[in-house]
């Protein structure tokens, strides 16, 4: 059973940091590229990163610079860095397992309950 369980949310003040994890499970997780999507209320879910198995990584330009995506097979475990937050990264994260790199499609329609990030003052 695929699951995806993400956790490392919070409140932040603009300017602060996270680390988001996701711990995965039921597939190949080694073989697999991985990304991380957000979705605010009222908006369509968003692609925020995705690192392939063979260790490349691309960005959305809105979080270029500041967040940085990475992973620990050993684990089945990706991470998400992200620095200088700002107010309109205020979201729910997700993570999930992808086909392509250049415009990265979820492999599955399901996802997991995601990790809320509150940037405010």
């Known amino acids: 059973q695929v699951q995806f369980v993400e956790s490392g949310g919070g409140l932040v003040q603009p300017g602060g940091s996270l680390r988001l994890s996701c711990a995965a499970s039921g597939f190949t997780f080694s073989s697999s590229a991985m990304a991380w999507y957000r979705q605010t209320p009222g908006k369509q879910r968003e692609y925020v990163a995705v690192?392939?198995?063979?260790?490349?990584?691309n960005y959305a330009d809105f979080v270029k610079g500041r967040f940085t995506i990475s992973r620990d097979n050993a684990k089945n475990t990706v991470y998400l860095q992200m620095n200088s937050l700002k107010p309109e990264d205020t979201a729910i994260y997700y993570c999930?397992?992808?086909?392509?790199?250049?415009?990265?499609?979820?492999?599955?329609?399901?996802w997991g309950q995601g990790t809320q990030v509150t940037v405010s003052s």
């Open positions: 999930t397992t992808v086909a392509g790199f250049i415009v990265p499609t979820p492999k599955f329609t399901f």
């Open positions: 690192k392939t198995s063979s260790g490349s990584t």
